[in-house]
Every structure is written in structure tokens, then in C-alpha cells.
């Protein structure tokens, strides 16, 4: 007994001290290093990464503040479109023009603070992103009052198209939730029980789909809203299940969840006909449902012409991810506004209202008085381990 | 529409075996250590992964996979009480500052795994995606029924340990009165460094039963460990028994809760049902009054 409390005695007077400091420094600051060392990333031209940067108009150097999730589980949405913009980036191989990415996690607190980073420290003068709508919301404002447009390749939110600097080369969703109502309608089934992520995409995606079904006389029996990323849904399938719709659409953005979901309507007995928003069509989900996604029928936006399909597989040797061909009319409208001459801010923003126009990897991209480009939608059916085009 | 009163308890007993899992690792740790280990949330992350790692990608045989898994586990907890806390203890740091270390940890543990793993689904695949069996109206999958045994199995064997063999009682002593235990012969620093151990293995098995019942993500670790933290708090902090009702409690809230309240609430009911434990009855279901050390 003695001895133990004359250890404790001598502990504490242990002179150990200092050197646990340094080594608690040291970890400190490998933490913080770790930290800043995954958060940015830069990509340039190669043939022009040591140019000067003077402010001449000739040499003026544009930087492009890519932003996405490139974290976290919509990563494979922001991997797929930065990939897809950078072939975009090497293709109009542009003179004095940097884009420096930065990730959002898919979350409005995420993108506010990559967005201020861009624009503060790296004076962005356009910001290609971000992939989700809340982010997107949260951060056009802050983006407007640079004076600073935004492109984003994925963000399908109505509530966008009131941003004055927010353009898109997606259609919105007011335009999918007609399609999929529609489409719904077709295959023959009257009620409809919607289960959607309980954020500003999903919300609205629902609010669309809900209205336009009912204006096509159907009937929504049952709304459910499931946290983004959440992976236990039973609680919300038992009362979709308890109300006997003819057939599910699900609207989500968070893979893990996707997942999580056809696997446990599968488990919980439930034969309805599964309905799916364009989030949907990865082969990630289809992976990891391991054969639950048997039959669903994703509404989804263009996949891109066959001469963008070449290209990329050219450059990286594997198949367009998620909204890749978006990524890349995204990054296409940017540069070609730079291409016609614009450099600051407002001449870029200019520039894509009034003089952008091309035939990108979607179709014709111009952007109308909001910002919005037009679009067709396509049908895809899983089988056997795949996507099917309807 | 009926009342599918065996389907929602169906439910809410697989959701809160695993809440129950997580919970009763932590309680352990908070009892004898008495601070907020949140990066045991970390622990079930890492066991998940671990799995996925022997399993999935180096196609070990699934036993060898589980018991390599479970001894990582309990090689994570040892190491995060050697690295972290026991210097931080020896310096006398305030529970503050064991909770701030706690949340870096937890961070830090998340974010290697998102780096070497990605952000991608991970399924383990052990058995077919397919409908459950129907037992009195609920549907559930083989699977879910091997959890929820494996479970209860392991918290009964687990709360006799704890009452019945000489390693329990002394992490029991050590719990209610640490400067007493150490002055009855007891090592309290060896004791706390035991509980780490023990209650990581118990995280390792509740990360090996999500990783075959849900898929993997870096970060649920975070979600988990506050659905633990509550149904620990709930039941009792310092009681094991007390735990796993406060988890299963818990699960039963969100799941029925669900029914009545419009979705979209769940994680209102479980912080409603914290808040109004914090307010009317700190000490939990099961709570004892164990404030004398302080």
C-alpha cells in the first residue's frame, strides 16, 4: 500500500513532463498537417504552371474554384465530375488557367468555407460546383456578392434557379419531377409512396414530384424523409409498407443510404415496382446492393454523346462516372467564356449569359435568362448487374 | 393502416442490439475511467473496416476474420489509453480536456480510415441480399436473428463477468471508489487500461454485426456513438444492466416513435427522450448515486 501511494507521489513530480509535451506538439501538428494536407488540391496546365503572374490583360491568369464533395459518401459524384472537368481542362489546353479544387462533403458548412477560401485567397473568378443543392444555396449567395458566377454540373434544385450568379448544365428538377411523375404514370401504377433525403434536394425533388403526380391524377399515399447519409430505414419502410402504394420512388444523393435502402426493401418483403432519382445510376450502388436493385428504373439526365464516352475512356480508361458529361459541358461553358476574351468576374458572368454557346457533351448548351439549360431524360433499368437504357 | 406492432419491436430489437453493443464498451470505460470516450465510436468504425480488410479483400475464413478483428479492436482501445489518456491522467487533466482529446481522436481515427479506404460503399457480403422469414407478423432476416442472439448472448456473459469473476468485481471497485480500490491493493491505472480493453472488444463485435447488417462509412462512427451514449445515459451510466435497457429503449423510441410522428423526427425522439432523462432523472433507469468521489 505504501509503495503504490509513494509511486504516485513520485509520478507526479516525474520531470517526463516536457519531453510528453513536445511528443503531444509533435502529434499536434502532424494532425493539422494531415488536415490541410487533404483538403486542397491544384491542377494546371502543365506547359503553363510556371508562368509569371502579372496583371497585363494578355497574361492575366483566371483561377477556376472547383468545388465538390470529394470527401465523404457523395465523393464518387465529385471524383467523377473533377475528372471529367479536367479532360475538359487538358482538351482546351487554355492559356494562364488554373482550377484549384476543394472539398465540400456535401455539406453547407463544408462548401462555405472552401468557397470563402477560393475566393479570398486564391481570388477565384468563377466557381465551377458545387454538386449538391444545399451546398450550392448556401454558398451562391456568398459567391454573388464577389460578383463571382457559379457552374454547377449537378445541383438539380428549383430553388436555384433564383440565384442570379447560379447557372447549370443540368436541367432542374422541376423538369425531372414532371418526367418521373409521368413516367410512374406510364408503367400502369396510380399510388405512389416517395421516400426522400431530409434536405433542400431532396425536399424539393419531392415537392415537384408529389404535385405533378397528383395533377396526373395519382395519388401519393405516403412522404417519408430519411436523414441524407442514414443506413437504418426499416422505421420508415414499415409505414411506407403499411400503406400498400403500387409502387416507391426514391430520392436521394447519399449512396451508403441508397444502398442501405434497396437492400432493406428487399429484406422487409416489399414486391413494389422500386422507382429511383438520377443519384441512382452508379455502378457503386449496384456493387453494393449485391442483386436488391434487380428492377429499378432510375429517371436520369443524358449520359453524354458516344464521342465524350471515347474520350474518356481514351484518357482514363474506364467508364464516365455520375454526371460526367455535365462536369465536363461545366467546365466547357467556363473555358469557353474565357476563351472569347473574359477575364474578370463580371466579363466571365457576362460572358455565360449572353455569348456561351456550344455543343458539349450533353447537346446544345446555352443558358437561358436564369441560368438554366434545357434536357431530355432517359430511362435505365437495372438487370443482372448493370444499367440497361429503356 | 394497422398497427404493425411485431414488425416495429422486430425493429427496434436489431437496431438496439447494436446500440446496446456500443453503449455497454462505453459505459464500462466511462465507469472506471470517468470521462467521455467518444472516439470508442472510432473503435466500431475501425472493427468494420478491419472486417471488411481480413474478409472481403485478403478472403480469410470468417471466424479468423472476426477474431483478428476483435483482438485489432482491443489493440486500438489499449493503445488510445496509452498514447492519449493515461498521460493526459497522469498530468491530471481535466474531464474537459479528456472529452476535447476524445472528439480529436475520434476525428483523426475517421479520417485515416477515409484515406486509405475512400468514401465508397463497402459491403462485407457474407450471405445474399434476400427476403426475411416472418415470424408473428415481423419480417426478419436469418441474419438480423444471429445478431440480435449474438447480441443478448454476449450482454449476459458480459453482466455475469462482470458480477461473478475477481476481474469484475475489481473493475467494480475500482468504478465506485478508485482511491479506495487503490488503497485495498488494487491497481486502478492497470484496471482502467483492462477496461479500455475489454469494452473495445465489445465495440469490435458491435462493428463486425453493422458491418454485415448495414454497409460501411467512415463516419458513422460519430451517429453510433451518440445513439450509445444516450441509451448508456439513459439507462444508467454506472450500470450495465442499465445500459443495454437504455439502448434497446432508445432503439424502441425512434422505431415507434417514428409511426406516430411524421419521419424526418427520429433523431428528435432519441435527444427528447436524453434531454428528458438529463432533466428528470440524471442518474438513468438503473442509475445509483456514485457521486462520492467527487
Not at chain 1, 422507382?275 to 453494393?288: M, R, W
Not at chain 2, 459491403?123 to 443478448?152: D, H, K, M, Y
Not at chain 2, 450509445?228 to 416513435?257: C, D, Q, R
Amino acid at each position: 500500500m505504501k509503495k503504490q501511494l509513494k509511486n504516485q507521489t513520485t509520478q507526479k513530480i516525474n520531470p517526463q513532463i516536457t519531453s510528453q509535451k513536445i511528443i503531444l506538439t509533435i502529434m499536434l501538428l502532424l494532425l493539422t498537417a494531415f488536415m490541410f494536407g487533404c483538403s486542397s488540391n491544384e491542377s494546371s496546365n502543365p506547359t503553363n504552371t510556371n508562368l509569371p503572374n502579372t496583371n497585363s490583360p494578355a497574361t492575366q491568369q483566371v483561377v477556376i474554384g472547383f468545388i465538390a464533395p470529394l470527401t465523404g459518401d457523395a465523393a464518387a459524384y465529385g471524383q467523377s465530375i473533377l475528372k471529367a472537368a479536367q479532360l475538359a481542362q487538358k482538351e482546351m489546353n487554355l492559356q494562364n488557367v488554373r482550377m484549384i479544387s476543394e472539398d465540400t462533403r456535401c455539406e453547407a458548412q463544408g462548401a462555405v468555407t472552401a468557397v470563402n477560401k477560393l475566393l479570398s485567397v486564391d481570388n477565384a473568378q468563377v466557381i465551377l460546383g458545387d454538386v449538391c443543392s444545399g451546398p450550392s444555396l448556401a454558398v451562391a449567395p456568398i459567391a454573388q456578392q464577389h460578383g463571382v458566377a457559379m457552374v454547377s454540373a449537378s445541383a438539380t434544385s428549383p430553388a436555384l434557379t433564383k440565384e442570379p450568379n447560379f447557372f447549370r448544365t443540368i436541367p432542374s428538377d422541376s423538369l425531372q419531377g414532371a418526367f418521373a411523375a409521368s413516367l410512374v404514370k406510364e408503367k400502369g401504377y396510380n399510388t405512389l409512396a416517395i421516400i426522400y433525403s431530409n434536405e433542400d434536394y431532396g425536399k424539393a425533388f419531392h415537392d415537384v414530384l408529389k404535385a405533378e403526380f397528383e395533377k396526373q391524377d395519382g395519388k401519393v399515399v405516403d412522404s417519408e424523409a430519411y436523414e441524407r447519409s442514414e443506413t437504418d430505414l426499416r422505421s420508415y419502410l414499415t409505414k411506407v409498407k403499411a400503406t400498400h402504394p403500387d409502387a416507391l420512388f426514391v430520392i436521394g444523393n447519399s449512396p451508403d443510404a441508397m444502398v442501405a435502402m434497396l437492400k432493406q426493401i428487399k429484406e422487409l418483403g416489399m414486391t413494389q415496382p422500386i422507382f429511383g432519382s438520377e443519384a441512382f445510376k452508379a455502378q457503386e450502388i449496384l456493387d453494393g446492393a449485391q442483386g436488391a436493385a434487380d428492377g429499378l428504373m432510375v429517371s436520369s439526365v443524358s449520359l453524354g454523346s458516344q464521342e465524350f464516352h471515347d474520350k474518356y475512356v481514351l484518357e482514363y480508361n474506364s467508364e464516365p462516372g455520375p454526371f460526367a458529361a455535365q462536369g465536363y459541358d461545366a467546365f466547357k461553358a467556363i473555358g469557353t467564356a474565357i476563351q472569347s476574351g473574359a477575364h474578370t468576374a463580371a466579363q466571365i458572368q457576362d460572358a455565360l449569359y449572353n455569348t456561351v454557346k456550344f455543343d458539349g457533351a450533353t447537346g446544345s448548351i446555352k443558358f437561358d435568362a436564369q441560368g438554366e439549360v434545357g434536357g431530355n431524360y432517359v430511362v435505365f433499368v437495372a438487370k443482372n448487374n448493370a444499367f440497361v437504357q429503356e | 393502416m394497422s398497427f404493425p406492432i411485431a414488425q416495429l419491436l422486430a425493429n427496434s430489437l436489431i437496431i438496439g442490439s447494436i446500440y446496446a453493443l456500443v453503449a455497454v464498451g462505453f459505459s464500462l470505460i466511462y465507469s472506471t475511467n470517468r470521462f467521455v470516450h467518444l472516439a470508442h465510436g472510432a473503435t466500431v468504425v475501425a472493427a468494420g473496416y478491419a472486417l471488411y480488410s481480413t474478409f472481403t479483400l485478403l478472403h480469410l475464413p470468417f471466424i479468423l476474420a472476426c477474431i483478428l478483428t476483435i483482438a485489432l479492436s482491443s489493440v486500438i482501445g489499449f493503445l488510445m489509453f496509452k498514447a492519449i489518456y493515461e498521460p493526459l491522467q497522469k498530468r491530471k487533466s481535466s474531464t474537459v480536456i479528456m472529452l476535447i482529446a476524445s472528439i480529436g481522436l475520434l476525428t483523426l481515427i475517421e479520417n485515416l480510415i477515409l484515406l486509405f479506404f475512400g468514401a465508397d460503399v463497402k459491403t462485407i457480403g457474407l450471405l445474399e441480399v434476400r427476403q426475411g422469414i416472418n415470424i408473428a407478423g415481423a419480417i426478419i432476416t436469418p441474419l438480423q436473428i444471429v445478431l440480435v442472439l449474438t447480441s443478448l448472448t454476449l450482454l449476459t456473459v458480459f453482466y455475469l463477468f462482470m458480477k461473478k469473476t475477481t476481474l469484475g468485481r475489481n473493475l467494480r471497485a475500482v468504478a465506485d471508489h478508485k482511491e479506495l480500490a487503490s488503497i485495498m491493493g488494487l491497481n486502478p491505472t492497470r484496471l482502467m487500461a483492462i477496461s479500455f480493453i475489454i469494452g473495445s472488444a465489445l465495440a469490435g463485435i458491435a462493428g463486425i454485426l453493422i458491418a454485415l447488417e448495414q454497409n460501411l462509412d467512415p463516419s458513422m462512427g460519430t451517429d453510433l456513438m451518440i445513439k450509445g451514449f444516450s441509451g448508456a445515459i439513459v439507462g444508467g451510466i454506472y450500470s450495465v444492466p442499465g445500459s443495454i435497457l437504455g439502448s434497446y429503449l432508445v432503439g424502441t423510441a425512434e422505431n415507434v416513435g417514428t409511426w406516430f410522428l411524421p419521419s424526418g423526427y427520429k433523431n428528435a425522439i432519441t435527444f427528447t427522450l436524453l434531454f428528458l432523462f438529463l432533466l428528470l432523472r440524471p442518474k438513468g433507469i438503473f442509475g445509483v448515486d456514485k457521486g462520492v468521489r467527487e
